[in-house]
């Protein structure tokens, strides 16, 4: 309706300035790779050998995937709910045009990680299925058991079940063939992961040659006023909401922290193309607060 | 235990208070309230227990009381004619066991326990009164603790007169049987 049409031309005029999109520039970010220190959204702190971040905790690596597992159990139940409520819902503007972006043909073999509930996964598919019925089955796969089984029920309710495929897996090792799909995305998932450079060459392997990788993250606020009231909201507001809404301060405390943690727009890009991808780009939506990353296999 | 700063604790007060009246079964929202706007009249009850023998010994002891630290075999097999035969009596017949949330934003150690000792005292003033489960007594042991804590968490509770009405008198009189003896 007409609000959300205003609203995503808001985020549309956004998208033309910021976009890297000719080839040249995206190229020099293909091979300049290996001249190119990896910038962090903080001054890298010192993590011995095998410590990483969660939130702003530094635990030992092997904890994290458990940790993280156990953050999304928690919060499984009200996952839908607390997004609409802590980004009024954008975030369902932001997954619209992330979709609309990807523009997935209705034969494309597409994978979603991460996808959990499935959000990203159903917009796949309505988007697919308006061109055409008979279009390809999306696998889901998430690390989270909790997760998918609010995915499936979603599914089940809006009666369009048969149309996913919903996998239990580890988006650093997924169980699935090389050179098997043609699309595949992540949304607000890969911050989560512990070894993001692991995620990224999966990714590579699963795709098809000509295959793209997608990616809708949160990422950094440059504009200064903007940021400011962000941080404020983000540390005051959401672990609250979390806490009143969903019962868990903690499990939103951590979220907003790995927010901060998450490289910027333009490190991982350049760890998109360090795993292989070409004509890496980059569109900030909302001011940088969300950015989709894309990148093909060539 | 979670550390807040000013603008955390004002939102968590206030949205666990429309929270709480909005959803009545939601008892963590109650406990949160209580957690942050408490930190008065958990002060005051502090330093009263300071000034009383017994008050010290618990400071000083801690005691809990949980699933773990309640011999319920051994409270079967009181007498009649003792406080824990009752209190047993009280808590099976109701299907409950000692178990209360965590307090998880009260910063100060000492407060802290004073917060839980709270949550933990009350099914003994269940006990004490005879007041049993049904919301308006529950309402009616909210006034006894709101005079006695002076907890702000407890005059919300207390004013929820709209479940109040219905049973009035039968809550009321129990409490003041209690009172008149």
Redo the contacts between chains.
């Keep these: 309706f007409m609000c959300s049409a205003l609203v995503s031309r808001i985020i549309a005029t956004q998208h033309s300035s910021r976009i890297i999109a000719t080839q040249r520039s995206s190229r020099i970010i293909a091979t300049r790779h290996s001249n190119c220190e990896i910038r962090t959204l903080h001054t890298t702190p010192c993590y011995h050998d095998n410590e990483t971040h969660f939130g702003y905790q530094t635990i030992p690596e092997s904890e994290k995937e458990g940790r993280v597992k156990e953050v999304f159990e928690r919060v499984a139940d009200s996952y839908d709910v607390m997004n609409d409520t802590m980004s009024l819902g954008v975030h369902r503007l932001w997954k619209d045009h992330f979709v609309k972006s990807a523009a997935p043909k209705p034969n494309y073999k597409c994978l979603d990680v991460a996808g959990g509930t499935g959000d990203i996964a159903f917009k796949l598919h309505k988007h697919m299925s308006n061109i055409t019925r008979d279009c390809e089955k999306i696998v889901v796969c998430d690390i989270n058991t909790e997760m998918l089984r609010v995915g499936q029920d979603r599914a089940e309710e809006m009666g369009t079940g048969d149309n996913y495929i919903w996998m239990e897996g580890n988006a650093e090792q997924l169980d699935l063939p090389d050179n098997t799909f043609d699309l595949y995305t992540i949304a607000y998932g890969i911050r989560n992961c512990t070894h993001i450079d692991k995620v990224l060459e999966e990714a590579y392997r699963v795709l098809k040659p000509g295959g793209r990788f997608m990616c809708l993250e949160f990422s950094e606020v440059n504009n200064p006023v903007i940021s400011q009231v962000y941080d404020k909201y983000s540390h005051d507001v959401i672990p609250v909401l979390g806490q009143v809404i969903a019962g868990d301060f903690e499990s939103y405390q951590y979220l907003v922290e790995s927010i901060r943690k998450f490289p910027n727009q333009e490190t991982f890009a350049e760890m998109i193309a360090a795993a292989g991808f070409e004509i890496v780009e980059y569109e900030n939506l909302t001011f940088g607060v969300t950015a989709i990353h894309s990148g093909y296999k060539l | 235990m979670?550390r807040l700063?000013v603008?955390?604790r004002a939102?968590?007060a206030a949205?666990?208070a429309?929270?709480a009246l909005a959803n009545p079964l939601?008892g963590?929202?109650v406990a949160?309230l209580g957690e942050t706007t408490g930190t008065a009249a958990l002060t005051h009850m502090h330093d009263k227990m300071m000034m009383n023998k017994t008050g010290l010994e618990i400071l000083k002891e801690k005691p809990r009381v949980t699933k773990h630290t309640v011999d319920t075999e051994y409270l079967s097999n009181l007498p009649s004619n003792t406080f824990g035969h009752h209190y047993y009596q009280f808590m099976t017949s109701n299907g409950l066991s000692a178990q209360r949330a965590q307090t998880?934003f009260v910063e100060d150690e000492e407060l802290a326990y004073v917060m839980t000792r709270y949550r933990e005292n009350h099914d003994f003033l269940h006990t004490l009164t005879g007041l049993g489960v049904t919301v308006p007594e529950e309402i009616c042991l909210k006034w006894y603790e709101m005079v006695q804590t002076e907890l702000p968490m407890c005059a919300l509770s207390a004013s929820s007169v709209q479940y109040l009405l219905p049973s009035l008198r039968k809550g009321f009189s129990c409490l003041i049987k209690y009172l008149g003896v």
């Design positions: 979670i700063n603008t955390q939102l968590l949205g666990s429309v929270g939601r963590d929202l949160t998880k």
